[in-house]
T-cell receptor
Framework: DSGVTQTPKHLITATGQRVTLRCSPRSGDLSVYWYQQSLDQGLQFLIQ???????AKGNILERFSAQQFPDLHSELNLSSLELGDSALYFCASSVRQGMDEQFFGPGTRLTVL | GQNIDQPTEMTATEGAIVQINCTYQTSGFNGLFWYQQHAGEAPTFLSYNVLDGLEEKGRFSSFLSRSKGYSYLLLKELQMKDSASYLC???????????FGTGTSLTVIP
């Protein structure tokens, strides 16, 4: 158990819908990262937050957005969902900003039908 | 741009040694990480290199050559539970972005 929690574990929804994935980092970790992992691709970095502020953006679609709240939990919002958005979404946390190993949560498996 | 290459699949025998290579071409570099990922589970941290040379951690070692854009992960005394995907990841110059390879699926056979 990495200490990072993600909810829900599984999510099944339809095209065009909007979902919110939630992540709670390890106690004391200020940095949160979001990744997408599809069957045919490796882990794709989406976005990083540090202590409530966005610090880095990767291959994140405009339909996706995220935020980190004062209690340091983070949410990833996915809207206008398409079939191709079906994937495992991982959240990871680290103590500092990019300078430490990341601890990954168990992931949310999103299926868009 | 970023380009990280790893072999797709490897097979090795229980008790043996296996070396998983990773080559990278990135616009900036600030460290290389290796993660292990069992099917359907979260990646777990194995090792980290930022300077050239070998880092040893029990049965796992990782090597880095920054001039060659090359790293390898060495697994000794292979066990069946080592069957997993091994991900190579490069941290960019800012330290905020991580670029992962597609992973090497290792199968350990008796």
């Amino acid at each position: 158990d990495s200490g990072v929690t993600q909810t829900p574990k599984h999510l099944i929804t339809a095209t065009g819908q909007r979902v919110t994935l939630r992540c709670s980092p390890r106690s004391g970790d200020l940095s949160v990262y979001w990744y997408q992992q599809s069957l045919d691709q490796g882990l794709q970095f989406l976005i990083q937050y540090y202590n409530g502020e966005e610090r880095a953006k990767g291959n994140i679609l405009e339909r996706f957005s995220a935020q980190q709240f004062p209690d340091l939990h983070s949410e990833l919002n996915l809207s206008s969902l398409e079939l191709g958005d079906s994937a495992l979404y991982f959240c990871a946390s680290s103590v500092r900003q990019g300078m430490d190993e990341q601890f990954f949560g168990p992931g949310t498996r999103l299926t868009v039908l | 741009g970023q380009n990280i290459d790893q072999p797709t699949e490897m097979t090795a025998t229980e008790g043996a040694i296996v070396q998983i290579n990773c080559t990278y071409q990135t616009s900036g570099f600030n460290g290389l990480f290796w993660y292990q990922q069992h099917a359907g589970e979260a990646p777990t941290f194995l090792s980290y290199n930022v300077l050239d040379g070998l880092e040893e951690k029990g049965r796992f070692s990782s090597f880095l050559s920054r001039s060659k854009g090359y790293s390898y992960l060495l697994l000794k005394e292979l066990q069946m539970k080592d069957s997993a995907s091994y991900l190579c990841a490069v941290r960019d110059r800012t330290g905020n972005q991580f670029y992962f390879g597609t992973g090497t699926s290792l199968t350990v056979i008796p």
